[in-house]
């Protein structure tokens, strides 16, 4: 008898673990930006997570640590996107982006794709504002 109250406790002591720190690891959360649907799906923890939808441009302001350390921050500012201070690019109207472990994608693509995507999108609107 004495076996099964030490398993039971040692189960419930496993469980009472994973229902704190399952939550602090693994999150996901979408909001809407403007015309852009915008998803955080990472492990760790999440500094901060805001949107400001009330002004002219719709604001998006993320921080968060990952488990092994890494922080990263993301802005969203109208169309324009930074990643950890950097200006990264543009996105377009009605684009969807991911905030992952590995960092930032849009529209499914992978993540060399959406820098690709993100400067053309920049080359272009320069482009058509110098005609």
Do not use: W
């Amino acid at each position: 008898m004495r076996s099964f109250h030490n398993n039971s406790r040692v189960l419930s002591v496993a469980l009472l673990g994973l229902v704190i720190l399952l939550p602090a690891c693994t999150h996901r959360k979408t909001v809407q930006v403007g015309t852009h649907k915008v998803t955080v799906a990472r492990h760790g923890f999440e500094k901060r997570l805001r949107v400001i939808d009330q002004s002219s441009t719709p604001t998006l302001e993320y921080a968060g640590l990952s488990t092994d350390g890494k922080g990263m921050k993301v802005t969203i500012r109208g169309d324009s996107i930074k990643v950890n201070d950097k200006e990264t690019g543009k996105l377009r109207p009605g684009d969807s982006v991911l905030i992952g472990d590995e960092g930032v994608a849009v529209n499914e693509l992978d993540y060399g794709e959406t820098e690709k995507y993100l400067r053309a999108n920049t080359v272009g609107e320069t482009t058509a504002q110098n005609q």
